[in-house]
């Protein structure tokens, strides 16, 4: 089992940048696919980002393509996601996920392990 912890949350002004780490715990990261989500108020939790065990394949939201950049480093059991130009929009409190079977990418039901989330505000 895994222990996901986000750091690097906060307030930004709109078109600013902000770096979402997740740091892992229990087990190897490099285990599991792992996937950022978001959760505005009032809205369901929705995909942004995912990578494969590897790193050689990572899959996007199309709210955040060419804007975000998922990342990891296994060696650190560490994964990233790099924000920027930011929006507005992309408030909410964003959650690091894991999983170790096989499943949808986009799908916040496919991940077993969670995050307590981070929150992300952008200002107008």
């Known amino acids: 089992q895994v222990q996901l912890v986000e750091s690097g949350g906060g307030l930004v002004q709109a078109g600013g940048s902000l770096r979402l780490s997740c740091a892992a715990s229990g087990r190897t990261v490099s285990s599991y696919v792992m996937g950022w989500f978001r959760q505005a108020p009032g809205k369901e939790r929705e995909f942004v980002a995912a990578?494969?065990?590897?790193?050689?394949?990572?899959y996007y939201a199309d709210s955040v393509k060419g804007r975000f950049t998922i990342s990891r480093d296994n060696a650190k059991n560490t994964v990233y996601l790099q924000m920027n130009s930011l929006k507005p929009e992309d408030t909410a409190i964003y959650y690091c996920?894991?999983?170790?079977?096989?499943?949808?990418?986009?799908?916040?039901?496919?991940?077993?392990?969670w995050g307590q989330g981070t929150q992300v505000t952008v200002s107008s």
């Open positions: 996920a894991a999983r170790d079977r096989g499943g949808n990418y986009y799908s916040p039901h496919e991940y077993e392990y």
């Open positions: 990578i494969n065990r590897s790193g050689r394949n990572t």
